[in-house]
T-cell receptor, first 112, second 111 residues
Framework: NAGVTQTPKFQVLKTGQSMTLQCAQDMNHNSMYWYRQDPGMGLRLIYY???????DKGEVPNGYNVSRLNKREFSLRLESAAPSQTSVYFC???????????FGAGTRLSVL | SQQGEEDPQALSIQEGENATMNCSYK?????LQWYRQNSGRGLVHLIL?????REKHSGRLRVTLDTSKKSSSLLITASRAADTASYFCATDGTSYGKLTFGQGTILTVHP
């Protein structure tokens, strides 16, 4: 089983560029999440999708949009990247909102 | 602010010693989870303890939960160099009903 797969693994953007981070899970989970992790800090929730067809804002949603394309896929879009969005982004999935979460390997994004 | 706060922020021990990390939280919870993160990797789930449980074991891991003090501890016994990682607690006590992670404890185990 691949689990949670994130692409790309690394990305460098210039300020103002846009990009989409992709996430797919093969565990038939209902809930999916996007987090960002900054040095010395825990994970902060950007957006989550409790079930297919629904998305909700987390703690730090500004500057991001998401799409729950189907039950497997949950993408995160940066419309106009800013240096403050330099971070490591993790996608996760779980059976329900309060169950064990399974994480992808992360996307390391630098915005210059 | 974060629901869970780990203490200490960093812990350095010798192989074979025990490592204890603590987590405090603010609101009532249904469960509390501990995760591990190796450098440059995603988080891996270690153990889940429900609010009606006081202690749980998994291999060399022992987790306790004191809901009256709103705190939990993770004990790793007979630590190994391979236990070097960051450890995070996560709680479901927010109004969103989803997990909120603490800032983590960085554990270094010296061979």
């Amino acid at each position: 089983n691949a689990g949670v797969t994130q692409t790309p693994k690394f990305q460098v953007l210039k300020t103002g560029q846009s990009m989409t981070l992709q996430c797919a899970q093969d565990m038939n989970h209902n809930s999916m999440y996007w987090y960002r992790q900054d040095p010395g800090m825990g994970l902060r929730l950007i957006y989550y999708s409790a079930s297919e067809g629904t998305t909700d804002k987390g703690e730090v949603p500004n500057g991001y949009n998401v799409s729950r394309l189907n039950k497997r896929e949950f993408s995160l879009r940066l419309e106009s990247a800013a240096p403050s969005q330099t971070s490591v982004y993790f996608c996760a999935s779980s059976e329900s909102r309060v169950d064990i979460q399974y994480f992808g390997a992360g996307t390391r994004l630098s915005v210059l | 602010s974060q629901q869970g706060e780990e203490d200490p922020q960093a812990l350095s021990i010798q192989e074979g010693e025990n490592a204890t990390m603590n987590c405090s939280y603010k609101t009532s919870i249904n469960n509390l989870q501990w995760y591990r993160q190796n450098s440059g990797r995603g988080l891996v789930h270690l153990i889940l303890i429900r609010s009606n449980e006081r202690e749980k074991h998994s291999g060399r891991l022992r987790v306790t939960l004191d809901t009256s003090k709103k705190s939990s501890s993770l004990l790793i016994t007979a630590s190994r160099a391979a236990d070097t990682a960051s450890y995070f607690c996560a709680t479901d006590g927010t109004s969103y009903g989803k997990l909120t992670f603490g800032q983590g404890t960085i554990l270094t185990v010296h061979p």
